[in-house]
């Protein structure tokens, strides 16, 4: 069964408001609108996993955030952080390798000036004295340190290390895609979560923070940094490792679409959020003439689901509700109606938006013919 749940001043926005509440006033003499239907279309829609929700100003905090949520069909699945970061030296890395002789720490390099370290060579390996080739690619600074110790322990009675990368070279992580710099930064012993590279990167309003992309050992993750930054969204803002490829892609489908009543178009979602109140008034507002004051829809396709609508209903009869459109965010590939008829407009447009075939991509069609 379907469920019930009951219930900065631009000029576009102003305009905005004052048509939405001529809407109200008018009280619409295109006909009474049931919620939002009789029964037998309710059941109808039910059996097309169409589930239709009025929103009150006892609901709009359940219904009125997004959570950074794209309700397109792509699943997000972010890397897990690992457990303890461990930077592994590699080719091209600079160590610092000291070696202390006595008990007050006296180091073996006679000048008080540090001089160049080894740096690892194509192999791996770097050249320290007594003991020849040292192992060091893929190895901590503290296995290496307890490699030269067990190493010089022949030469030198308790040997004590420290080594440490003087330069780091090995490592990188590459950011690719709609950003303004692409390009690559280096690996270090600090973390490098996703938010620094973005950062570094240049990304701005086009590029879609909510489907990054990071390309490790042959598989693909799909990250929604945009839900980290406005939540703070757990596992969405992951530690890179070395040699990862970071893809950015450009906004393309985060769009909303509008018909019906109002202005019909689309609606291009920024990096910051946009409520219902901005895409209206965006278009011109309600078509205060024509507009059925309880026929505001918003119709967003559950996140992961191939098929079905929740649908969002406004009634801008009530004086009160009307500021429930500034609470109630945006998602990607909405598409809001606003209908003149509560019958014949509103099954017409059910009838295009969940056809098997065309599903949420038909909306771009609908805009052209309404």
């Not at 050249?127 to 040292?134: E, L, R, W």
């Amino acid at each position: 069964m379907v469920r019930h749940v009951a219930g900065s001043k631009t000029p576009s926005r102003r305009a905005f408001m004052m048509s939405v509440g001529a809407v109200a006033l008018s009280g619409c003499s295109s006909g009474v609108m049931n919620f939002p239907m009789g029964q037998a279309a309710q059941d109808d829609l039910a059996e097309q996993d169409i589930n239709v929700i009025r929103i009150t100003p006892e609901n709009i905090l359940a219904h009125g955030e997004t959570n950074g949520r794209s309700v397109t069909s792509v699943v997000t699945s972010p890397p897990r952080d690992p457990s303890a970061y461990r930077y592994l030296v590699g080719p091209g890395d600079e160590l610092r390798v000291q070696t202390w002789s006595t008990p007050e720490r006296r180091s073996l390099t006679e000048s008080s000036i540090i001089p160049e370290g080894p740096i690892v060579n194509e192999k791996g390996e770097f050249f320290h004295p007594f003991v020849g080739m040292v192992r060091a690619a893929g190895k901590t600074v503290t296995e290496i340190q307890n490699d030269l110790e067990n190493a010089l322990v022949t030469y030198i009675t308790d040997p004590q290390v420290e080594v440490d990368v003087r330069e780091f070279r090995a490592h990188k992580v590459t950011f690719v895609g709609a950003v303004g710099s692409p390009g690559s930064t280096i690996v270090t012993d600090v973390p490098l979560r996703l938010l620094d590279i973005i950062n570094q990167s240049g990304a701005d309003d086009s590029s879609d923070l909510r489907r990054v992309e990071i390309r490790r050992k042959g598989t693909t993750y799909t990250v929604n940094l945009r839900a980290f930054i406005d939540y703070g969204t757990s596992g969405h803002n992951p530690i890179l490792m070395p040699d990862d490829l970071v893809y950015v892609p450009a906004m393309g489908g985060n769009k909303v679409f509008l018909f019906g009543a109002v202005g019909a178009g689309e609606f291009a979602l920024g990096a910051s959020k946009s409520t219902l109140t901005e895409v209206l008034a965006s278009h011109g507002g309600i078509d205060s003439y024509r507009a059925n004051s309880k026929g505001v829809f918003v119709f967003r396709r559950p996140l992961g689901q191939a098929k079905g609508f929740t649908v969002y209903q406004f009634d801008l009869s009530d004086a009160i509700a009307l500021m429930l459109t500034s609470q109630f965010s945006m998602a990607p590939m909405d598409v809001v109606f606003v209908t003149t008829d509560p019958i014949a407009q509103w099954n017409d447009t059910v009838s295009k938006l969940i056809s098997p075939v065309t599903g949420v991509v038909r909306a771009r069609a609908v805009v052209q013919e309404l």
